[in-house]
T-cell receptor
Framework: DTGVSQDPRHKITKRGQNVTFRCDPI?????LYWYRQTLGQGPEFLTY????????KSRLLSDRFSAERPKGSFSTLEIQRTEQGDSAMYLC?????????????FGQGTRLTVV | KQEVTQIPAALSVPEGENLVLNCSFT??????LQWFRQDPGKGLTSLLL?????REQTSGRLNASLDKSSGRSTLYIAASQPGDSATYLC?????????????FGTGTRLTVIP
């Protein structure tokens, strides 16, 4: 296993279209996170899964956003009716919850451009 | 709300110099602090993780320190190389919200000049 994998790496879509991103975490990791990063800013937390349960969602995650993690393995993040303000880098991270404080490992991200 | 600040926003140094990047956070009740490196258009690479009970961590030419009571961390890079050029981000996980999400600073963009 080579780390957290995200697909696609880049996505250009027209405003109003739906898009879906995929994240494959490090195989033994039970925690999975989604973050969004805009140019010149640090990543901002969107949502978090422990196994298949979505345990926390940020207020940044509007009702147009939905995330799933079926069977506690890979995760998908869907954005419906995309807007230009959704253009950002979407980052996925995973960690192993042996205890509360564990290291997070990030994927290469999916760069979304809404035109 | 936790706020993380990184100073300076950008730094240029000649190759071979030692340098220090600074990170401060407003709420000292943290689980850990993590330093990341980000190359342009890429994801984040974890460099060092410091638990709240630790004072420092070292990896190769990197040394990170943590002073939780004052809400500060530094990343020391020894003998800088052009390959060190990247944006360096620090992030904390809070006790209040649980270790479930990271609060990031906006990063320091480092350029090492050959």
């Amino acid at each position: 296993d080579t780390g957290v994998s995200q697909d696609p790496r880049h996505k250009i879509t027209k405003r109003g279209q739906n898009v879906t991103f995929r994240c494959d975490p490090i195989s033994e990791h039970n925690r999975l996170y989604w973050y969004r990063q805009t140019l010149g800013q640090g990543p901002e937390f969107l949502t978090y899964f422990q196994n298949e349960a979505q345990l926390e969602k940020s207020r940044l995650l509007s009702d147009r956003f939905s995330a799933e993690r079926p069977k506690g393995s890979f995760s998908t993040l869907e954005i419906q009716r995309t807007e230009q303000g959704d253009s950002a880098m979407y980052l996925c991270a995973s960690s192993l919850a042996l205890r509360q404080s564990t290291e997070a490992f990030f994927g290469q991200g999916t760069r979304l451009t809404v035109v | 709300k936790q706020e993380v600040t990184q100073i300076p926003a950008a730094l240029s140094v000649p190759e071979g110099e030692n340098l220090v990047l600074n990170c401060s956070f407003t709420d000292s009740a943290i689980y850990n602090l993590q330093w990341f490196r980000q190359d342009p258009g890429k994801g984040l690479t974890s460099l060092l993780l410091i638990q709240s009970s630790q004072r420092e961590q070292t990896s190769g030419r990197l040394n990170a320190s943590l002073d939780k009571s004052s809400g500060r961390s530094t990343l020391y890079i020894a003998a800088s190389q052009p390959g060190d050029s990247a944006t360096y981000l620090c992030a904390v996980t809070e006790r209040q919200t649980g270790a479930n999400n990271l609060f990031f600073g906006t990063g320091t963009r480092l350029t090492v000049i050959p």
